[in-house]
């Protein structure tokens, strides 16, 4: 099982461990989340919009934490309610009246995420923009807002996408903030602005699709609306961004490792294993799938990332670790031989030590046995465990699915036709055995195509002041409006619901400020959706008819 893939890239990963033991999953599965904001420490900046400027942080600006009482199921008020955290920053807010930005929950714990509140981030520059506020809202189940301590296949019944997107209409219409204690900024009154990227993309677009009315205008970035059961599409765009050496080294070593799983001895596939650092490992899919985990780091690069963990993983493919004196390789690679000793010694020496977490040796591979029930990583039922049983629970219940692996069509060779769809429906069942009648969605018969139908996946495209962004090499661009295999192609921008794909980015890399420092045609679209959603802001207090002195004009 591997899920940690991000936890090097994005810190809302690295969840409080357990007590149980701190075994984690190791890298792999692409979770799609937000990366977290620059730490208040960083060597930030923040932008004027409206010069243009881009000058460096002034003194952090702090979020207060706030406490709602949320229903565990809408659809049965009378189970009661629990505990929601949220954080506001009001320092832009213009008064009575004023807007209100709500970031749209990730699956995480939302600790160290109140910076996107702040203008260094994009929902933040929103309201600073409108002269609005900003909220952080933690996702139910996640963090310090969970109904529930122990998350069975029972008391898990309740996160749902349903939920999930009446969570944010009836926070929006019930919550009492601080620093408006008349209700003059309920949504009735005031645009409400619902903002997120990746899951919470997509979640501010189903909202927008399943529950129109109560938020004004709608910001999606990498929003994954089309549920997918093998998403083999999600490594295409790395294998693009990937150095042209390194990708054809990478296929070979692949295609070598498929030969020897597929028709060599159990003599060759057990050296094959030990040379990569994983002779422990029993199965075969969970030594492909291994192979796979340094692939999913991609997703977490920013443009001011520099040196990033897939450059890493390519020079030593290429022969280029630290130390080495080769020459440097061109633009054919290095050839099979020379690239599986890199690429094992990578595995060894970088990908496996502490990838499994604390309380093991540095150099455990038990987290990678997959078929192990007893492993923490299905046992720790916690809210704060480290294996995100609560994102899996979607993936198996809702379903979306999502898995990364190979599948028919598979095009970037970059994945092990070992390691398949069956991989993951097969631990569906080891973390949510049955709990009397209480089990997941998939054992039910439940589908992604009904997910899509529900949502409208990638072809909902009547929306109302909503406005697509996504990144060119995003491993997650597949799961899109600008999928290249959505039918009729990728969505085309009209003013109505503008698009934008950033040239040569990742994951969510138009919510992080610094990201336009960075690059200036991310700094471009940055002030676009800016303007953008300043014309929309207005457009309420004009159809209102609503007196400010405020100016909303892009």
């Known amino acids: 099982m591997r899920y940690a893939v991000l936890a090097a890239a994005f810190a809302e990963l690295l969840l409080v461990g357990s007590a149980a033991a701190s075994l984690s999953l190791p890298l792999g599965l692409g979770i799609p989340d937000r990366p977290p904001p620059p730490d208040d420490g960083d060597d930030d900046f923040v932008v004027d919009i409206l010069s243009g400027v881009a000058r460096r942080a002034e003194a952090p600006i702090s979020a207060t934490a706030g406490y709602f009482q949320q229903l565990i199921d809408h659809k049965n008020p009378s189970l009661g309610t629990f505990t929601q955290r949220y954080w506001w920053n009001a320092d832009h807010y213009a008064g009575p009246g004023s807007p209100i930005v709500l970031n749209a929950p990730g699956e995480s714990n939302a600790d160290g995420y109140q910076g996107y509140t702040t203008n260094r981030t994009l929902p933040g520059l929103f309201a600073q923009a409108t002269g609005g506020a900003a909220i952080v809202l933690e996702h139910r189940y996640w963090g310090g807002s969970s109904p529930y301590l122990n998350l069975t296949a029972e008391t898990l019944q309740y996160l749902d996408l349903d939920n999930a997107i009446a969570d944010l209409i009836y926070f929006a219409e019930q919550v009492s903030l601080p620093f408006d204690p008349t209700g003059s900024s309920k949504p009735d009154k005031a645009p409400w602005v619902l903002s997120g990227c990746s899951y919470p993309g997509a979640l501010t677009a189903w909202t927008n699709a399943l529950a129109p009315g109560t938020f004004w205008a709608y910001h999606c970035s990498s929003a994954v609306v089309e549920a997918i059961s093998t998403l083999w599409q999600y490594f295409s765009p790395i294998e693009q961004a990937m150095p042209r050496n390194c990708s054809a080294d990478m296929r070979r070593v692949i295609k070598h490792v498929d030969q020897v799983l597929s028709n060599g001895t159990a003599e060759k596939r057990q050296r094959l294993k030990t040379l990569f650092g994983f002779g422990d490992l029993k199965h075969d899919d969970d030594f492909a799938s291994a192979l796979t985990n340094p692939l999913g780091l991609w997703q977490g690069t920013q443009f001011y990332t520099g040196y990033t963990a897939l450059n890493r993983m390519c020079d030593y493919i290429e022969n280029q670790w630290p130390g080495a004196n080769g020459p440097a390789p061109g633009p054919e690679g290095v050839g099979l031989c020379k690239a599986i000793k890199g690429f094992a010694k990578y595995s060894r020496e970088v990908m496996i030590p502490g990838s499994c977490g604390q309380g093991v040796p540095k150099d455990s591979i038990a987290c990678y046995d997959s078929y192990d029930k007893s492993s923490p990583m299905y046992t720790d039922t916690s809210v704060n465990n480290t294996a995100n049983r609560q994102w899996m629970w979607f993936l198996c219940n809702e379903p979306f699915e999502y898995w990364q692996t190979w599948g028919p069509g598979s095009d970037s060779g970059l994945v092990s036709e070992h390691f398949i769809r069956d991989y993951y429906l097969r631990q569906c069942a080891n973390f949510f055995p049955d709990v009397g009648s209480f089990t997941y969605g998939l054992k039910k018969g439940r589908t992604v195509e009904q997910v899509n139908a529900k949502t409208g996946g990638w ?96």
């Open 459 to 554: 072809d909902y495209v009547n929306t109302t002041r909503l406005m697509w962004v996504n990144g060119e090499y995003d491993p997650w661009r597949p799961a899109t409006v600008s999928a290249d295999l959505r039918p009729g192609g990728p969505l085309k921008s009209t003013k109505e619901a503008p698009v934008w794909v950033l040239p040569k980015a990742a994951h969510c890399n138009d919510l992080i400020v610094k990201n336009g420092v960075a690059n200036p045609a991310v700094m471009e679209v940055i002030k676009a959706e800016v303007a953008q959603m300043k014309e929309w802001v207005g457009e309420f207090y004009k159809q209102k008819g609503v007196k400010t002195t405020r100016e909303f004009h892009a």
